[in-house]
């Protein structure tokens, strides 16, 4: 399995997930999905996007932009992670699901 096809499954998964009803888990999870569709694919950037907005995390005054953050972050180090997984030549489908 290569990156793109691991991202795939797990944005897939992600999707699934949604549910008509529950809105605020919708929100945050079409910000996960859109936060991993934009992302670089390679350490060096997202490591530097991680930082960024760990920053702006500790700047955030409001806690809707706190939450926010707190879930593009958590998209980008699971991103990170299948990266750097295939950068090492390690196998990335368990980071898919």
Request: glycine share 4%; no cysteine.
């Amino acid at each position: 399995m290569n990156l793109e096809e691991a991202i795939k499954i797990h944005l897939d998964n992600k999707r699934t997930r949604m549910n008509s009803k529950a809105s605020i888990i919708n929100r945050s999870t079409e910000l996960h999905i859109r936060t991993i569709e934009g992302a670089p694919r390679d350490s060096k950037s997202l490591e530097m996007r991680i930082a960024q907005k760990k920053r702006e995390k500790q700047r955030s005054a409001s806690f809707e932009i706190t939450d926010k953050i707190s879930v593009e972050l958590e998209a980008l180090e699971r991103l990170l992670a299948m990266v750097r997984a295939r950068e090492e030549g390690r196998p990335i489908d368990g980071y898919a699901y």
